[in-house]
């Protein structure tokens, strides 16, 4: 302020992808290092070229990231090569340190305000953060105060105020320090909180919201809430054809279907929707092997609803996927014979519907017989 003629300002902005790119190269000479690969280092480092740095220095340490000599045009070269596209890229001791220390300095409101902001993600809602810290017993004012301190220091800053305001972690490794600095089981409470808190607020968006909402009450161990959006996640990945996204969700459905107290009907919805994704993507032995499970969960439930349920899967899959017509009339008619037992007209049709595929190639009389 007094001796403006005295300094130069530079105003340091983050590197851009590009940026990133170059300064990798320059700082492995020669990188032979995948697209995703570079895109993680500089999404990690968020544009901090020493952040940069310290991940590539980390990469190698670890061995994710290794040298090899190339003879070319008869001159020996240095190459850097990555050992996998998916190798993972931990906080280096070095900056975690840092990291700490910065956060262990703020006052103590404002560290508990950045902490609820971290658990809510590297981006997060106002109206969120407001809720979650109203459950906590801290005033709104003393939060926007702690919050207005929070972009001053340059940890967070605002992303978006239309339609709701939204601010973001500068930098995503400050989000995980300040979030791995809070107890496991305070942790857990709070994404309990964040998911209702979701919930409560955007009510017209909860499809949107499904995969955050799933996260939420996943890492709240919230069974019920967790099964209830991965389905939905699966769900609207399989209607657009999203196939791996869908078998990933459903894979996680699935898991907390085990844990809770998932019914038949979510049961058999999980499975037939993950054999149905395996069939799309013509792995029909798996989408055999997850109608077999469901049928073997029935017998050790002693449910004929989900025994009927694998039975009837199996011997459609036998028909279009294996096109198997013996075991496709064998699995069929178990379960045509079960579904008349148990007066389920649903599956007694789907049954009668595998059998008419499955003659018709050499019975017709017999095929239009079930098809009547």
Do not use: C
């Amino acid at each position: 302020a007094d001796y403006a003629h005295r300094y130069t300002e530079i105003n340091m902005r983050p590197l851009t992808e590009d940026e990133s790119d170059e300064l990798v190269n320059r700082l492995l000479t020669i990188a032979d290092l995948p697209d995703s690969l570079r895109r993680r280092i500089w999404e990690r480092s968020g544009g901090n070229p020493f952040y940069v740095e310290e991940v590539v220095r980390t990469l190698i340490e670890s061995g994710a990231v290794v040298a090899e000599d190339r003879t070319e045009e008869g001159q020996q070269r240095r190459y850097w090569r990555a050992v996998s596209e998916q190798a993972a890229i931990d906080i280096p001791e070095n900056l975690q340190g840092l990291l700490t220390s910065r956060i262990d300095r703020l006052e103590e409101e404002t560290r508990h305000v950045l902490q609820l902001a971290s658990v809510i993600g590297r981006s997060f809602y106002h109206s969120v953060l407001t809720e979650i810290s109203r459950q906590e017993d801290l005033p709104l004012d003393m939060v926007d105060q702690q919050v207005g301190r929070l972009v001053r220091l340059e940890m967070i800053q605002e992303a978006a105020r239309v339609p709701n305001v939204e601010y973001r972690f500068r930098n995503p490794m400050t989000q995980e320090v300040a979030y791995q600095s809070i107890l496991l089981k305070r942790r857990r409470e709070f994404h309990r909180r964040v998911g209702a808190a979701l919930e409560a607020l955007f009510p017209d968006r909860l499809g949107e919201l499904a995969t955050r909402l799933a996260f939420h009450y996943s890492e709240g161990r919230q069974a019920d809430k967790a099964l209830a959006h991965y389905t939905q996640v699966g769900d609207q990945a399989f209607r657009l054809f999203a196939l791996e996204e869908a078998l990933q969700s459903y894979d996680q459905a699935l898991e907390w279907a085990t844990l809770g107290d998932a019914d038949s009907t979510q049961l058999i919805h999980l499975y037939q929707r993950r054999g149905r994704v395996l069939e799309l993507m013509l792995r029909h032995d798996e989408a055999l092997d997850t109608y077999k499970a469901l049928e073997a969960l029935g017998e050790t439930r002693d449910d004929d609803e989900l025994r009927l349920a694998g039975l009837a899967a199996q011997g459609i899959s036998y028909t279009i996927g294996k096109f198997d017509l013996e075991n496709s009339r064998l699995y069929t008619n178990k379960a045509l014979s079960m579904a008349r037992e148990l007066g389920d007209r649903f599956v007694e049709a789907r049954a009668l519907w595998s059998l008419l595929l499955s003659l018709s190639y050499f019975d017709g009389p017999q095929a239009l017989e079930y098809g009547e």
